[in-house]
C-alpha cells in the first residue's frame, strides 16, 4: 500500500513540472506573436497567400520599355500653349458645331460668286459735281474722267492701254431746244497725255479737239461711251451727266462693264 501511493506521487510531480514549463513557452510565444500582430492593421479580410504570390510577381516585372521611355520624352518636348492663341480663342464665339473645311469651301465659292458678278454686270459710281468746276471725277487705273467746268463737256484720258489699242465712243446730249449725236470709230490711240473730248476722232496722244455744239446747258443731258476697238480685256463705260443749272451740282452716273 505505502509502495503505490509514492509512486502516484511521483508522476504527478513529473507532470506538473512538465506543464509548467510548456505554459511557459506558450506564454512566451503569445507575446511575441502579440507583439507581431499589434504592428498589423488590417479592416477587410485578405490572404496572405495571394499577397505573397502578387509581391513575387511585382519583383519580377521589368522597367519601361525604350518606346515607352521615348514617348515620354516626347511628350515633355511638346511645345506650350501659347497665350497668344489663348487671345484669339477668346475672341471666337461658337455656340453650335461648325464645320471649318465647309466654311472655307463656302467662302471660296462667295469669292468666285463675286468675281463673276464683277464680270457679269456693270460697277456703278455716282458722283454729285459742280458744274462750272473743272477736274477729275474718276480714276480706276485704266482710265481718268475729267469734267471741263469751262465748256461743260466731259473729258477721257487713257492711262493703260496695250499697244496699238484704239478706242471708240461717242456722245449723244438732249438741249432744251436741240439734239445731237456724235460717234467716232477711232477716238484714240494708245496712252493719252491730254485729257480727250468724246466729240470726234483725237489720235495723237497729245491731241485734245473741242466741238463746242456738245457743250451742256441748263437742263440739258448727255450719255457719253468709251469702248475698246478690239480688246477684250479692257473695260466699257457709259457715263449719264444730268444738268440743272450749269452752276449748281451735276449727278453723274458711270457704269463700268467689264469682260
Known amino acids: 500500500m505505502s509502495t503505490s501511493s509514492h509512486h502516484i506521487s511521483n508522476n504527478t510531480a513529473t507532470t ?75 475672341l471666337i464665339g461658337i455656340t453650335s458645331s461648325v464645320n471649318l473645311n465647309s466654311l472655307v469651301s463656302q467662302s471660296n465659292t462667295n469669292v468666285s460668286d463675286i468675281t463673276t458678278l464683277n464680270t457679269a454686270y456693270p460697277r456703278n459710281t455716282i458722283v454729285s459735281w459742280v458744274g462750272n468746276q473743272t477736274g477729275n471725277i474718276f480714276f480706276d487705273g485704266n482710265v481718268t474722267l475729267n469734267w471741263d467746268g469751262t465748256n461743260k463737256q466731259l473729258r477721257f484720258s487713257i492711262l493703260s492701254i496695250a499697244s496699238n489699242q484704239y478706242m471708240t465712243g461717242g456722245v449723244k446730249i438732249t438741249k432744251p431746244t436741240s439734239q445731237g449725236i456724235q460717234i ?76
Open 16 to 90: 506538473t513540472t512538465s506543464n509548467n514549463v510548456t505554459l511557459t513557452q506558450v506564454k512566451a510565444d503569445i507575446v511575441a506573436i502579440k507583439a507581431k500582430t499589434d504592428q498589423i492593421t488590417i479592416t477587410n479580410p485578405a490572404n496572405i497567400s495571394t499577397m505573397e504570390s502578387d509581391i513575387t510577381t511585382n519583383n519580377s516585372k521589368v522597367g519601361i520599355t525604350t518606346t515607352q521611355a521615348n514617348n515620354i520624352t516626347t511628350n515633355n518636348s511638346k511645345i506650350t500653349y501659347p497665350s497668344s492663341a489663348s487671345t484669339k480663342l477668346a
Open 184 to 259: 467716232s470709230n477711232y477716238l484714240s490711240l494708245g496712252v493719252s497725255t491730254a485729257f480727250k473730248y468724246f466729240t470726234g476722232s483725237q489720235i495723237p496722244a497729245s491731241s485734245s479737239i473741242l466741238n463746242s455744239t456738245y457743250n451742256m446747258l441748263n437742263y440739258s443731258r448727255a450719255v457719253y461711251w468709251l469702248q475698246p476697238f478690239s480688246l477684250s480685256s479692257f473695260p466699257t463705260y457709259e457715263i449719264s451727266v444730268f444738268m440743272g443749272s450749269s452752276s449748281s451740282y451735276l449727278r453723274i452716273h458711270i457704269k463700268k462693264y467689264n469682260n
